[in-house]
């Protein structure tokens, strides 16, 4: 597992991760306390996970699988959403808790900027229970969303697929998903539970967190010290890409104006990702990464634009 290359050339795409509804409420300026604030309200299908998976298919992967787990309160619409996305979803319904949601909060007078509210629900729920080795047929990489390591049935199901993948000898990959729920989590368990991983993407905030420094350069090219490669996102300063303690790599941004910055980071993570499994470099597949970023900003929701309607 040490190699950053696809496992199985031709082969296909898993990701596991969460599968959950947004509503994306874009207003200007601060927000009222205490009466109204006017917005423009939208309901889309999102998730980490699911985000990444749709991006992947959208930049060119043909076979991107997914496992998530939602409610049945929408399981046939996100089964949907996904399946015109072009995503082999595997969707197990939970019969206890309903399909996670987020409000996302864009300040479209702060760079649109988002804030999130999260209720994970059955995202969280995902476990070693929802795990078959098989899913891991004709598979060349496997992409774990680090949502999954924010419960314990998420960590277990972790330690599972990574094993499994070792076994069989596939590259994973995975992100750190919330500086706000890594720092509940702690970094020395992120960086215990993600052992063995061949690719790290996190976000820059997530990189000095991760590493207690505060230049981004610094941080990937540490973090690259535990992990084969790190391409750190930084949005609109493009991405690094560090191997064996050295940053080899500044890839700049693609220009864009912003509407919704919710979900670019996953879109760099699908576009990166198929681009890896079709055999590029990791700088080449960076250089997509920032082309799908600037794409998702440019847009409302975190999924490339297929699918149904709004609900």
């Known amino acids: 597992m040490s190699g950053t290359g696809p496992g199985a050339p031709g082969g296909g795409l898993l990701v596991v991760g969460d599968v959950v509804t947004d509503v994306v409420a874009r207003h200007r300026g601060p927000l009222a306390a ?25 930049w060119g992967c043909a076979d991107v699988r997914l496992l998530g787990r939602v409610g049945p309160d ?10 015109a996305a072009g995503v082999r979803a595997q969707l197990v319904v939970d019969p206890q808790a309903p399909t996670g949601t987020v409000i996302c909060l864009v300040d479209m007078d702060a760079a649109a900027e988002r804030t999130f509210l999260t209720h994970s629900a059955a995202s969280l729920r995902l476990g070693p229970g929802d795990w078959s080795d098989a899913l891991l047929d004709g598979v060349a990489w496997l992409h774990l969303s680090g949502y999954l390591l924010f419960s314990a049935t998420g960590r277990e199901l972790v330690a599972v697929a990574l094993a499994a993948a070792r076994a069989r000898g596939v590259p994973v990959s ?4 919330s500086a706000g729920f890594l720092v509940e989590l702690g970094v020395d368990r992120f960086l215990a539970l993600t052992d063995g991983v061949s690719v790290l993407l996190p976000s820059r905030d997530e990189a000095c967190l991760l590493t207690g420094l505060p230049d981004a ?3 990937a090219a540490k973090l690259s010290r535990h992990v084969p490669l790190v391409v750190a996102k930084q949005g609109a300063d493009g991405a690094l890409v560090a191997r064996s303690g050295t940053v080899h790599a500044h890839v700049p941004a693609v220009p864009a104006t912003p509407r919704d910055t919710t979900g670019a980071g996953d879109a760099f993570t699908g576009a990166f990702l198929a681009a890896l499994v079709a055999g590029a470099e990791p700088e080449a597949a960076a250089e997509q990464g920032c082309a799908a970023g600037a794409r998702a900003v440019e847009q409302v929701g975190g999924r490339p634009p297929v699918g149904p309607p709004d609900r």
């Open 174 to 177: 995975t992100d750190p998903a």
């Open 74 to 83: 929408s399981a046939v619409w996100h089964e949907r959403a996904l399946t």
């Open 34 to 58: 205490g009466t109204d604030t006017a917005a423009v309200i939208r309901t889309l299908p999102g998730g980490a996970g699911a985000n990444v998976a749709c991006w992947a298919s959208h």
């Open 217 to 219: 350069a610094d941080a």
